[in-house]
């Protein structure tokens, strides 16, 4: 059974601050997704990671997959309000159906 | 353009009742997944559709049943419904297998 662990659980911070979430799992994933997902809705896609090493920005929002496709990072910089929410890892190998991690559930204060 | 729409957003059930869970996509998906979240359980499989006129099992289909009535809607019967299913529960698509999914806004279901 394939399981991806996020890290940390829960984090508060300022706003402004700059801060590091992490997804890892000893399996391989084709591919790893960041989802965020805000109170009363449904997940929303953030980025999509394919290849080993590969790093994608979105604004303020940096995401690493590592070199061996079993981890990645996500890194944000200015830590805004809006940042609020909890963000969702979820790798696919082939074949096979995603798998989720339990999150980590950001609290950005004003 | 509505995504994915899930009915109804609230449901309580006593146990041993019985509920069916709709879900809808406008967007042409092939495939059509439903997953509970659970506190710090992440979100977990229960069925999966990879095309119309097929399901399969998830990691957690025990007490649930599903119906791909269409390419459209996927459906998601409690037969006679425990505490343990108390949850919230998530209707997904995606184009493909690896496509990004997605969601619709969640039933949050309480069983007493």
């Known amino acids: 059974t394939q399981l991806l662990e996020q890290s940390p659980q829960f984090l508060s911070i300022q706003e402004g601050e700059n801060l590091t979430v992490y997804c890892n799992s000893s399996?391989?994933?084709?591919?790893l997704q960041w989802y965020r997902q805000e109170p009363g809705e449904g997940p929303v896609l953030l980025v999509t990671?394919?290849?080993?090493?590969e790093v994608k920005k979105l604004k303020r929002l940096t995401f690493q997959f590592g070199d061996a496709r079993k981890d990645s990072s996500l890194h944000i910089t200015a830590a805004q309000t809006g940042d609020t929410g909890l963000y969702l890892c979820a790798g696919v190998s082939y074949g096979q159906n995603f798998v989720f991690g339990p999150g980590t559930r950001l609290s950005v204060l004003p | 353009n509505a995504g994915v729409t899930q009915t109804p957003k609230f449901q309580v059930l006593k146990t041993g009742q019985s509920m069916t869970l709709q879900c809808a996509q406008d967007?042409?998906?092939?495939?059509m997944y439903w997953y509970r979240q659970d506190p710090g359980m992440g979100l977990r499989l229960i069925y999966y559709s990879a095309s119309e006129g097929t399901t399969d099992k998830g990691e957690v289909p025990n007490g649930y049943n599903v119906s791909r009535l269409n390419k459209r809607e996927f459906s998601l019967r409690l037969e006679s419904a425990a505490p343990s299913q108390t949850s919230v529960y998530f209707c997904a698509s995606s184009e493909t297998w690896e496509s990004p999914l997605h969601f619709g806004n969640g039933t949050r279901l309480t069983v007493t």
């Open positions: 967007m042409n998906h092939n495939s």
């Open positions: 990671v394919v290849t080993g090493g």
């Open positions: 399996s391989v994933f084709s591919s």
